[in-house]
């Protein structure tokens, strides 16, 4: 069993890294491997909404999405941690899961997914839900934990003193876990066609 925690921050080693790697080495411990992959620093492309991912198979700018989509397969799980910034989660990470999820979301199906949030002092529940809907309409199983999966501080130091910001992230930790050792080995739902309607017809 593998998990892959993608960081949204441009900041490599900072909050959300500190949050993400203390859920990484409670899943370690519990036997299950971890990949971290930063998005880093630099701007990321938004999706356009061209469809050409729907002809190419995958997104027509060629970066870190498309490297992450081709190696779905490895990951039974996902976990993606992002900053607070005005409220909601930053730019960068919404325009590569925008992009991920567009181009790519048949290969999430039946993943355990969750999303960890950091900021410093509030903002950090709108941006849990902005990142959770990600999932909830990708039919990804969303992995809870004891409180909404937040961290406090203004640095990693911080950070590692919010004591049940940590632990929530073990228990999340836990959860997915928990939750991979019960799907192994079972194929998940069979799902009817899906319809798009619009609200005029």
């Known amino acids: 069993m593998k998990v892959l925690l993608i960081n949204g921050s441009p900041h490599k080693h900072g909050c959300t890294y500190t949050a993400l790697t203390e859920a990484a080495a409670e899943l370690n411990r ?42 779905l397969e490895e990951f039974d ?8 910034y005005y409220g909601g989660p930053c730019g960068q990470i919404q325009c590569f899961l925008d992009r991920l999820f567009y181009s790519a979301s048949g290969r999430l199906v039946g993943k355990p997914a969750a999303a960890v949030v950091s900021c410093r002092r509030g903002g950090a529940s709108a941006a849990f839900q902005r990142l959770n809907m990600y999932f909830q309409m990708s039919n990804m199983p969303v992995v809870t934990s004891q409180y909404w999966n937040q961290v406090h501080g203004n640095t990693p ?17 836990r959860n997915m876990a928990f939750l991979l050792q019960c799907q192994a080995g079972k194929k998940g739902p069979e799902y009817e066609p899906k319809l798009r309607t619009n609200f005029i017809r």
Do not use: H, W
């Open 77 to 84: 799980g996902l976990i993606v941690g992002s900053p607070v």
């Open 157 to 173: 130091e911080e950070v590692r003193k919010d004591e049940e910001g940590l632990q929530t992230m073990r228990t999340l930790a």
């Open 30 to 71: 519990l036997g299950v491997e971890t990949e971290l992959y930063s998005i880093g620093g630099g701007p990321i492309q938004p999706c356009t909404g061209c469809g050409g991912c729907q002809k190419l198979g995958k997104c027509v700018f060629d970066d870190g999405v498309n490297e992450i989509a081709a190696r």
